[in-house]
């Protein structure tokens, strides 16, 4: 039994609020923001979570606020805006393709970001600067051609996700051929970055990632009715006064925007686009794209799995998309269990 409740306004605007998906959505929050202040106070010089407290208000001493600000405040925002994104972006394309498997890792846009990114790193020996505009033009153009492919009197699920997987295998093997043409330092680069990483990153990758998010959010939450409508097969959609291809299309824009610049902002970090939809869904039981939950869960995983990276192998030792990797893929192999146990599968 589900508990539902209608909010009314003054003005007479009429809203439904899903009472456990609100639960949950708190509770993820403050998992993320537990997460963030005992990742904030890991690392060589540990701080206890009462002065990182302290000082994020202000109360700190000249060092605490200098390693907090300067060096780790900016790299957990990192970590908060990339998994969001990879999160939102993921439940998008899931409820889009209507497939679990319609994940930005799955339909070769991370790929797409990595050859922009290695085409920067290889050819022209770029800068961080350039590697990162190379990565989010690489995603961009990767997921118009994805589209473009993929039409056929509109966007469907199955061929989204086919045309995504052709793509992703084709895009795979030019990044194969780069890592070939690259010197031995270049290529070591070129790993690290295609691992996926926070170690680093600085308040110039904030800035972006926040104002993307603060424009692309909204946006995408305006339009959650339709997405959930179109659920229904686009006929009924279409009958109820859904603009379904418009729809369609913006979504896809925004998704396609959020995972190139979480890519551009951190490198390929998997699983979390795949995962956090599907465990939102789980802990939420409710039907439908699941946008707000997977957004906080996406954030809580990234985060936490870069505390468990420093936590157990010291600070900037392991990258965070390896622990992310196996996470996921325990995950998945957890699903298929159950799954198969169910007769499901």
């Known amino acids: 039994m589900r508990t539902n ?6 003005g007479g605007l009429s809203l439904r609020l899903d009472v456990r998906a609100a639960v949950v959505v708190a509770l993820i929050l403050l998992a993320a923001l537990t997460a963030s ?3 904030i106070g890991t690392g060589d010089f540990p701080i206890p979570a009462g002065d990182v407290l302290k000082t994020l208000l202000g109360n700190g001493n000249a060092g605490q606020e200098f390693i907090i600000n300067e060096l780790r405040l900016p790299r957990v925002f990192v970590g908060l805006l990339v998994g969001a994104s990879l999160g939102l972006g993921g439940a998008l394309f899931q409820a889009i393709s209507r497939n679990p498997l319609g994940s930005p890792d799955v339909l070769g846009l991370s790929q797409g970001a990595t050859a922009g990114a290695l085409t920067m790193i290889v050819l022209f020996s770029g800068t961080a600067t350039q590697v990162t505009l190379g990565a989010l033009v690489g995603g961009l153009v990767t997921g118009f051609a994805i589209y473009l492919l993929a039409w056929k009197q509109g966007v469907h699920g199955y061929r989204l996700v086919l045309v995504g997987i052709g793509v992703s295998a084709i895009v795979t093997a030019v990044n194969g051929y780069l890592l070939t043409r690259s010197t031995l330092t270049e290529a070591a680069q070129a790993v690290v970055w295609m691992t996926g990483s926070l170690s680093g990153r600085d308040w110039t990758q904030v800035w972006p990632l926040l104002w993307l998010c603060a424009v692309l959010v909204p946006l ?8 959930r409508m179109m659920e229904m097969g686009d006929d009924v959609s279409n009958a109820l006064g859904v603009r379904v291809e418009r729809v369609r299309l913006l979504l896809l824009v925004a998704a396609v925007l959020l995972t190139a610049a979480a890519t551009a902002a951190a490198g390929p970090v998997s699983f979390v686009a795949l995962t956090a939809p599907q465990l939102a869904r789980r802990l939420t039981r409710s039907p439908g794209p699941n946008l707000l939950p997977s957004l906080c869960m996406g954030a809580t995983l990234l985060v936490t799995a870069d505390w468990i990276s420093q936590k157990v192998f010291g600070a900037d030792q392991l990258p965070v998309g390896v622990v992310t990797g196996v996470l996921g893929g325990v995950y998945l192999l957890w699903l298929l269990v159950t799954e198969r146990k169910a007769g499901r599968i």
């Open 5 to 10: 409740r209608a909010i009314r306004t003054p």
């Open 37 to 39: 202040v005992v990742l």
């Open 220 to 227: 995408v939450l305006a339009n959650a009715r339709g997405l």
